[in-house]
Structures are given as C-alpha cells and as structure tokens.
C-alpha cells in the first residue's frame, strides 16, 4: 500500500495561484505512475494530468493550459501548479498512484491504485 498526502490547497482569489504537493512514502518512486483529480460536491471525479515513470506529463482538456505537473524523484513527491484560477476550479484535489499498466487517467481509477485524502482548494 503506497502512503499519499496532499498538502498546499486552501483559499484563493480568482487569478491567483497555487502549488499542490503529494507526498509519497514508497520506495522506487521513479517507477509509480502519478496523477492529480479533483471533484467537486455533487459531481464525479475528473482527472487533470498525469506523469509517467520516465517524468511525462499529460493533461486533460480540462488543465486548459493553466496547469502542470511535475516530480521531484529525490523528494518523492509530485506537484501540480494551478495558476489563472477560476472559481469553477474550486474542489477537493486528489493524487493517485499505480505501478501496473499503463500511465493513464483510466489506470488511475483502476484498483491497483492508491488514493491520497485529498486536499482543498477555494477559488473566490
């Protein structure tokens, strides 16, 4: 089982920006498969990137540009940096990771998957 924690969400102004970290307690970190979601209340899960073991990253539409992902192997954590916020992207942020099958958003639903708790973030 692969320990996450988010941390970095809280309350923003729209325009501003912020840096989400997960923190994973695992070894061999290089190998695993990330990934940050998010959900709001009353609607299901979204994904919004991906980075590989080999550290590429891909987005969903719904990144729009404004955010990236990225990891720091010697720290095993991954980042995502939001900027341009809107309200809309108001939600719980979640990281995930895999280590079987492809690096894809779908991967990352799947149940070899681990969940961190999530973190918030407000956009006012």
């Known amino acids: 089982h692969v320990q996450l924690v988010e941390s970095g969400g809280g309350s923003v102004q729209a325009g501003g920006s912020v840096r989400l970290s997960c923190a994973v307690s695992?070894?061999?970190?290089?190998?695993?498969?990330m990934g940050w979601f998010r959900q709001a209340p009353g609607k299901e899960r979204e994904g919004i990137a991906t980075?590989?073991?080999?550290?590429?990253?891909a987005y969903a539409e719904s990144a729009d540009g404004r955010f990236t992902i990225t990891r720091d192997t010697a720290k095993n954590t991954v980042y995502l940096q939001m900027s341009s916020l809107k309200p809309e992207d108001t939600a719980m942020y979640f990281c995930?990771?895999?280590?079987?099958?492809?690096?894809?958003?779908?991967?990352?639903?799947?149940?070899?998957?681990?969940w961190g708790r999530g973190t918030q973030v407000t956009v006012s």
């Open positions: 980075s590989t073991n080999d550290d590429v990253a």
């Open positions: 695992v070894p061999l970190f290089s190998r695993y498969c």
């Open positions: 995930a990771a895999v280590r079987v099958g492809p690096c894809w958003l779908e991967t990352l639903y799947g149940e070899y998957a681990d």
